[in-house]
């Protein structure tokens, strides 16, 4: 395995790349305020992120990623459009006996821009593309857009969206939601009982705690709402699993996908926009006929990805990927304090890069 | 070299470990003053007795410093990543029975299983502009749980006890810990989720992974014929 000087070596070299493709070369601390970084990932981010603290500033963690820090930079006094480039050490607690490492190298590129975000979807790909090409890794595709268009199209109560938009990101919860709101799983005895009783029910006990009688009263109500509309029709629950289980050539998912966008006409605009990039991406050298492209694709927690997402990886299944991004136009906004702008970005591990030229 | 074999130093948890050796024909027993933590042991070849917290069991097992310790099987999962690749789990005790698992307040009816927690959570960082808030001191175990379920929206805060107090005192909305027969809880004003069991948990005998056997095996394949355990290497 390569050492730390090899790697950094290889992260000195990528990082020149991107600066030569017109990257401002940027830093980030490595004590990042845990606060930010667990309302934007939720506690499962202490399992994976090292976290100390401080005796002023409280909790801090070894920072997890740079996206964060860097959106934050451009956030505060970027210009526009913007290119960055930044390399350094990223750390990750390793819950399990594996030869993962928890600490390394990370070299990244994000690019800030409002025009033509299919255009800077290709171009952040074809440069990774491009940098790794040497190494005949198998990319990876996807578009996190398509499956937020086709919940928020369902013609089915705002409430049942917004949960399921809510899980997009965790696949198990999501599916068990799509379940019960499509009627296909029993509502549980507890529900079934509350809603019988709705309203002629003491209270077992006073009410203890911030959470307030209001908030008790508002969720039963959206729960009488919820139990009153009729489930998310067969037809409909279909189409998104087909959807949620494309994978195929990108041209062919395309095809797919304009057939699934005449049943699901909300679709449609997300579709012109794969269309457009695929379109960019071809026009960049990119071969999108045999592009892999799995809808399902970027969908783990601790990502913010939502649209287009890639990764590069190597033969052997058992080592993480090589490289990976994607686009995270909402995530702009979460940061930007009521100001946003769309972003696309990726990074490389440079310590498997060297690896895998050892090998070559 | 001997087999060194770590036991809760005090209270009930110390009285029944002696007590489930002593059913055994091996005697555990407390030497000294009542305040010395010293032991001896009677009735098995070699064995070295090393009194410790019962929470400090499980990180001595993984650093090897104890071959075999008893511990709550709850402490051990809480404590150890990948735990069963650092200790071995010999045998369960029959005692310190306990369940962890998660309460809110009982005047929360609209919340009976972990579905209900979760909107509840989202509906709560809505209102109040913060993760609802869950007081534990097993943060692996619930964490781990709570992510497993698909809950989101949430914050862990440690509580090293009177965690039953915690809602009430407007430091957390809900709860995570243990319970026997749940009146704690139920004089707190909180009632246990449906489907929120994370761990049924008792004392259990456990053996070191990573512990040097190499001169302890002859004294482990004695005991373990006395106590019927199994007869394998570690």
């Known amino acids: 395995m390569a050492g730390k000087a090899r790697a950094r070596a290889t992260a000195d070299r990528l990082f020149a790349a991107f600066v030569a493709a017109g990257a401002l070369p940027v830093e980030a601390d490595i004590l990042q305020p845990a606060e930010v970084l667990l309302d934007l990932y939720g506690e499962d981010i202490r399992a994976r992120a090292y976290v100390t603290s401080d005796p002023l500033r409280g909790e801090m963690m070894l920072r997890p990623d740079f996206t964060v820090p860097v959106v934050q930079m ?24 594996s030869e993962r490492k928890s600490e390394f190298f990370q070299v990244g590129f994000e690019l800030f821009a409002r025009e033509n975000p299919s255009d800077a979807d290709a171009e952040v790909f074809a440069l990774f593309a491009d940098l790794l090409s040497p190494l005949s890794l198998r990319a990876a595709t996807g578009d ?14 705002e409430s049942r969206k917004a949960a399921l938009l809510r899980h997009i990101w965790r696949p198990r919860r999501f599916t068990q939601l799509l379940e019960r709101f499509g009627g296909r799983s029993p509502v549980p005895a507890s529900r079934q009982a509350l809603l019988a009783a709705q309203g002629t029910r003491p209270a077992p006990a006073p009410l203890v705690g911030l959470r307030s009688e209001a908030e ?26 087909d959807l949620l289980n494309l994978s195929a050539p990108s041209v062919m998912a395309l095809a797919h996908l304009r057939d699934l966008a005449r049943a699901m006409p909300h679709l449609a605009p997300a579709v ?9 991406l071809a026009a960049r050298g990119v071969a999108v006929d045999s592009l892999a492209f799995e809808a399902s694709h970027g969908r783990t927690t601790l990502e913010y990805y939502d649209g287009f997402v890639f990764s590069f990886h190597a033969a052997d299944p058992a080592l993480p990927p090589v490289a990976s991004g994607g686009r995270y136009d909402a995530l702009t906004a979460v940061l930007g304090a009521g100001r946003s702008i769309p972003a696309v970005g990726g990074v490389i591990r440079p310590g498997l890069v060297a690896d895998l030229e050892d090998t070559a | 070299m001997s087999l060194k074999l770590g036991v809760p130093s005090k209270g009930r948890l110390m009285e029944q470990t002696f007590d489930w050796f002593g059913a055994r024909g091996v005697t555990l027993k407390r030497t000294g003053s009542e305040r010395e933590y ?41 404590k150890l990543a990948d735990w069963d690749r650092q200790v071995c789990e010999l045998c369960s ?30 509906a709560f960082r ?8 869950i007081a534990t001191k097993y943060h692996r175990l619930v964490r781990d749980f709570l992510q497993a379920n698909g809950v989101a929206d949430y914050q862990l805060v440690d509580s090293q006890g009177a965690t039953e107090g915690t809602v009430k005192n407007l430091t957390a909305e809900a709860i995570a810990d243990i319970t026997s027969s749940g009146e704690t ?9 449906d489907d929120a069991l994370i761990h049924q948990s008792q004392a259990t005998l456990f053996a070191a992974r990573c512990a040097d056997w190499q001169g302890a095996s002859a004294a482990y394949r004695a005991l373990a014929a006395r106590l019927g355990l199994p007869e394998t290497s570690f």
Request: include cysteine; hydrophobic fraction near 50%; proline fraction near 3%.
């Open chain 2, 126 to 133: 809505r209102c109040h502009g913060q993760r609802l808030r």
């Open chain 1, 272 to 280: 012109d926009r794969m269309e457009a990039r695929l379109d960019a």
């Open chain 2, 185 to 193: 809880l139920k004089a707190n004003h909180l009632k246990i989720l």
């Open chain 2, 38 to 78: 010293a032991g001896a042991v009677e009735g098995a070849e070699g064995v070295e007795l090393v009194l410790l917290s019962a929470g400090e069991i499980p990180r001595e097992l993984a650093a090897g410093r104890i071959h075999l310790g008893v511990t709550g099987s709850d402490l051990v999962r809480d």
């Open chain 2, 93 to 122: 005790m029959g005692f310190g029975h306990a369940d962890l698992v998660i309460a809110v307040p009982a005047a929360w009816i609209d919340v009976s299983t972990l579905d209900d927690l979760d909107a509840a959570a989202a």
């Open chain 1, 144 to 157: 996190i857009g398509l499956l937020l268009a086709a919940v928020r199209g369902l013609k089915t109560l």
């Open chain 1, 216 to 241: 008790i009263t508002a969720r039963l109500a959206a729960l009488a709402e919820d139990a009153a509309a009729p489930p998310v029709s067969a037809e409909e629950v279909a189409f998104l699993e």
């Open chain 1, 74 to 97: 451009h956030m505060a006094h970027g210009a526009e459009p913007a290119r960055y480039a930044y390399q350094g050490e990223v750390f990750r607690k390793q819950e399990h006996l």
